[in-house]
């Protein structure tokens, strides 16, 4: 699996945009760039995965760049329930490669 | 609250038990894992089963045993552990694996093993 970089932690005032990026630079054509969070105390829950085009969910929207190369989540109206470690993973789905590997995530933190 | 059921939530066991996790899923998911998360750090992969069979092994010592009766159920069996094996363990299913329908994990909360 392709390796991502995340900034290591990111502040947000509650009720603004929060833009989380990621960089996968050496993605291949068949990996899809997933995001999971997870909020303390509780298992990673997924917030939305795309290929190649811009994917909008009730959580989040994914922005990909043309080249693949980078990606950027969005949470549209930052609430304080959205602080947790945010992972950008690119996860490959031939068969017996499905292996959803995290790396060390963004840890985002809400500011009332 | 997830649909991805683990139990027990806290488990303290000594270096000679025998002890097991459990997991169960009933949306009709037919891929199911085990991860390993220590403190401030990300989950790590151990174990995938697909359609009841052992799929992946991490490299895991034998201590830790899994087990697939069924599609709804995923057990991890635990013997001999050691201090440093105290972790978050969490269970995970999906559709299937290698599938053109790219299907997400659905984690559950986890088991927080504590070994003395």
């Known amino acids: 699996d392709a390796k991502t970089t995340q900034p290591p932690s990111m502040d947000c005032a509650e009720g603004r945009a929060a833009n989380l990026p990621c960089n996968h630079s050496?993605?291949?054509?068949?990996?899809?760039v997933y995001w999971y969070r997870q909020i303390h105390s509780q298992g990673p829950q997924y917030i939305i995965h795309?290929?190649?085009n811009n994917e909008t969910n009730e959580m989040a929207s994914l922005i990909i760049t043309e080249d693949r190369k980078s990606s950027t989540l969005i949470l549209p109206h930052a609430t304080l329930r959205d602080t947790a470690v945010y992972y950008c993973?690119?996860?490959?789905?031939?068969?017996?490669?499905?292996?959803?590997?995290f790396g060390t995530g963004t840890r985002l933190t809400i500011i009332p | 609250d997830t649909e991805v059921t683990q139990t027990p939530k806290h488990l303290v066991m000594g270096m000679t038990n025998k002890k097991s996790l459990k997991c169960e899923q009933h949306?009709?998911?037919?891929?199911m894992y085990w991860y390993k998360q220590k403190a401030k750090k990300p989950p790590e992969l151990m174990f995938v089963?697909?359609?009841?069979?052992?799929?992946i092994n991490e490299s895991v010592p034998s201590r830790f045993s899994p087990e697939c009766p069924n599609s709804s159920l995923l057990n991890l069996h635990l013997h001999a552990l050691q201090p440093e094996d105290s972790a978050l363990y969490l269970c995970?299913?999906?559709?299937?694996?290698?599938?053109?329908?790219?299907?997400?994990?659905?984690f559950g909360n986890g088991t927080r093993l504590t070994v003395t």
């Open positions: 995970a299913s999906s559709q299937d694996l290698g599938s053109s329908y790219n299907s997400p994990l659905h």
């Open positions: 050496t993605i291949s054509g068949n990996e899809y």
């Open positions: 795309g290929l190649k």
């Open positions: 993973i690119v996860r490959a789905l031939n068969f017996g490669n499905e292996k959803l590997t």
């Open positions: 949306m009709g998911h037919r891929a």
């Open positions: 089963y697909s359609y009841e069979k052992l799929s």
